[in-house]
């Protein structure tokens, strides 16, 4: 989620490289790099960008989806840089779990807070196939121990065995175990499902929304850029 700040060469000239706090309030606009501000929403997500943005691209997504992962590591740093820089769209993630692992994840990342959440996120989707991996050569003792456990104790038996816990704690999360035990987070977490299915009509991940229009068929970077503004429009 880091981005540079990238200042454009007609401004500079124009402008002589005075400081922004005595540039008028136009140009101090050109300067600001929205990538740098996120914010926890009404609806759940975190979005990174200009909350004012005319255009606003929503994607629900899992973190155990690998077409997600695909998005994150090729659609998203272009879709940074080229268009939640300049402020005119605003990126909101919408965490849509559909499994025990995707919870325990979803958990940690948003447990980061708006300053690592996307950061955190971005790394499990960048380590996806390490952690799952993991998961899926349990033994079956191990899954049936699991199946015994209460609820937030069976997540902190999965953050550990996948590694999740130790990406959390080194991202800055405080206590991975108590974000775990969140019960209003969790709850949090449903509710943003029932929105998706009920109000959205979801079937799968990832899902788009453009300004609260669903994009059906659109899974992927090539098919959603055409339908995003031109850079600098």
Same mark, same amino acid.
């Given at each position: 989620?880091?981005?540079?700040?990238?200042?454009?060469?007609?401004?500079?000239?124009?402008?002589?490289?005075?400081?922004?706090?005595?540039?008028?309030?136009? /140009?101090?606009?050109?300067?600001?790099?929205?990538?740098?501000?996120?914010?926890?929403?009404?609806?759940?997500?975190?979005?990174?960008?200009?909350?004012?943005?005319?255009?606003?691209?929503?994607?629900?997504?899992?973190?155990?989806?690998?077409?997600?992962?695909?998005?994150?590591?090729?659609?998203?740093?272009?879709?940074?840089?080229?268009?939640?820089?300049?402020?005119?769209?605003?990126?909101?993630?919408?965490?849509?779990?559909?499994?025990?692992?995707?919870?325990?994840?979803?958990?940690?990342?948003?447990?980061?807070?708006?300053?690592?959440?996307? /950061?955190?996120?971005?790394?499990?989707?960048?380590?996806?196939?390490?952690?799952?991996?993991?998961?899926?050569?349990?033994?079956? /003792?191990?899954?049936?121990?699991?199946?015994?456990?209460?609820?937030?104790?069976?997540?902190?038996?999965?953050?550990?065995?996948?590694?999740?816990?130790?990406?959390?704690?080194?991202?800055?999360?405080?206590?991975?175990?108590?974000?775990?035990?969140?019960? /209003?987070?969790?709850?949090?977490?449903?509710?943003?499902?029932?929105?998706?299915?009920?109000?959205?009509?979801?079937?799968?991940?990832?899902?788009?929304?453009?300004?609260?229009?669903?994009?059906?068929?659109?899974?992927?970077?090539?098919?959603?850029?055409?339908?995003?503004?031109?850079?600098?429009?």
């Amino acid at each position: 989620m880091k981005a540079r700040l990238v200042l454009g060469l007609v401004l500079a000239t124009a402008l002589g490289g005075a400081p922004a706090a005595l540039l008028p309030a136009a /140009a101090q606009e050109v300067q600001k790099d929205w990538t740098r501000i996120v914010a926890l929403t009404p609806e759940g997500g975190y979005r990174v960008g200009n909350p004012d943005a005319p255009v606003k691209l929503v994607e629900y997504g899992s973190l155990t989806c690998d077409h997600c992962a695909n998005f994150a590591a090729q659609g998203v740093p272009r879709l940074l840089d080229a268009y939640v820089k300049g402020g005119r769209i605003s990126f909101e993630f919408r965490n849509f779990v559909r499994d025990p692992y995707d919870l325990t994840a979803a958990m940690l990342s948003r447990c980061a807070g708006p300053g690592d959440y996307f /950061a955190l996120t971005d790394h499990y989707f960048a380590s996806q196939s390490e952690w799952i991996g993991r998961f899926e050569k349990m033994t079956e /003792a191990a899954r049936k121990e699991l199946e015994s456990l209460a609820d937030a104790d069976r997540l902190k038996r999965l953050a550990a065995i996948g590694g999740l816990a130790d990406d959390a704690a080194k991202a800055g999360v405080a206590n991975p175990s108590q974000c775990l035990a969140d019960g /209003a987070a969790i709850g949090q977490l449903a509710e943003i499902r029932r929105v998706a299915v009920e109000e959205h009509g979801l079937q799968g991940t990832p899902t788009f929304l453009l300004n609260g229009r669903r994009l059906d068929g659109v899974h992927n970077w090539p098919a959603l850029e055409p339908l995003l503004a031109p850079p600098g429009s």
